[in-house]
């Protein structure tokens, strides 16, 4: 339906969360899947889960921050799977904190993580990326254009990688490459929604920010992920897609305040 069969897919941050439902619904798709992220035994697991739906599967170990760790990335996927047709650049971090107590160390952290991660990315991705047809699809979120209390560092880095998404849309589209940005809003059993919202009581009011007034489900980015990767969204690129229940309609009032 998508056609995405038999093309290859490299995630970053793609042993958990939303970016591992993508993942499982390019590799149900029928793609080759690429994971990359740091924590060996979470990526072991991911592996398995990818290649119970029966597809190729290759997990690399790494750390966005790390540019040259993510040539060598790119180079061990090329090598086995060939160009690359989708990038989807999820890693991310994010705790809570005041911007009066927040050390600059821990602003750096997230802005390297998230936005650093993105530009490597996409920057160590590019020489390996099918040319034309590429497709880049960055995680953003709500913090881009809501300024949050208590995450000055994650809304700063949602911005700049919004930015990104626009900067490659115009620099690389004349290849055929497009460059997309979704936006999920809370989105249910992500580790995000277990720092964000860590009591019952935090959940509770976060599933009633979005207008739709429910969490969202991993899948339902996933769905959204698939349409954008394939040929049904050939002609859109260099936009931001929200996927929020209609949170960014409300903003910080979707929050009570
Ligand atoms: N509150 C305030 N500051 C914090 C913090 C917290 N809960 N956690 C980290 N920091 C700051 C600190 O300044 C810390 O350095 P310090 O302890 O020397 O002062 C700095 O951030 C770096 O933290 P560290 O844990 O050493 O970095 P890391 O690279 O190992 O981890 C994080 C990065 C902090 C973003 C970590 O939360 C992470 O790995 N997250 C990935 C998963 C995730 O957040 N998923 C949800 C995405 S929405």
Not at 12 to 32: P, V
Not at 82 to 89: K, L, S
Request: net charge negative; charged share 20%; with cysteine.
């Amino acid at each position: 339906m998508y056609s995405l069969n038999g093309k290859t897919a490299f995630l970053t941050g793609g042993s958990s969360g939303i970016t591992l439902g993508i993942a499982e619904k390019y590799a149900k798709e029928g793609m080759n899947i690429v994971l990359l992220a740091r924590n060996e035994d979470k990526l072991a697991a991911a592996k398995a889960v990818i290649e119970g739906h029966g597809a190729a599967c290759a997990a690399i170990p790494a750390d966005v921050r790390d540019a040259e760790a993510m040539a060598g990335a790119f180079e061990i996927a090329a090598e086995k799977f060939g160009e690359i047709d989708v990038i989807v650049a999820g890693a991310a971090g994010n705790f809570l904190a005041m911007a009066k107590d927040l050390k600059p160390k821990g602003f750096k952290t997230v802005m390297d993580i998230d936005a650093g991660g993105v530009f490597n990315t996409y920057n160590a991705g590019f020489p390996h990326l099918r040319k034309p047809g590429g497709c880049l699809i960055a995680i953003s979120a709500p913090q881009a254009t809501i300024p949050y209390p208590a995450q000055i560092h994650a809304n700063a880095a949602k911005a700049a990688i919004e930015q990104i998404v626009r900067s490659v849309a115009v620099e690389w589209g004349p290849l055929g490459v497009r460059s997309l940005g979704i936006s999920p809003g809370p989105i249910a059993d992500t580790e995000g929604m277990a720092r964000l919202a860590p009591t019952p009581k935090a959940l509770e009011q976060a599933a009633k920010a979005p207008v739709l007034t429910r969490l969202g489900a991993k899948e339902e980015v996933a769905d959204l992920a698939a349409f954008l990767a394939s040929d049904h969204a050939a002609y859109i690129t260099g936009t931001i897609v929200p996927c929020d229940g209609g949170l960014g309609l409300v903003g910080l009032a979707g929050l009570g305040g």
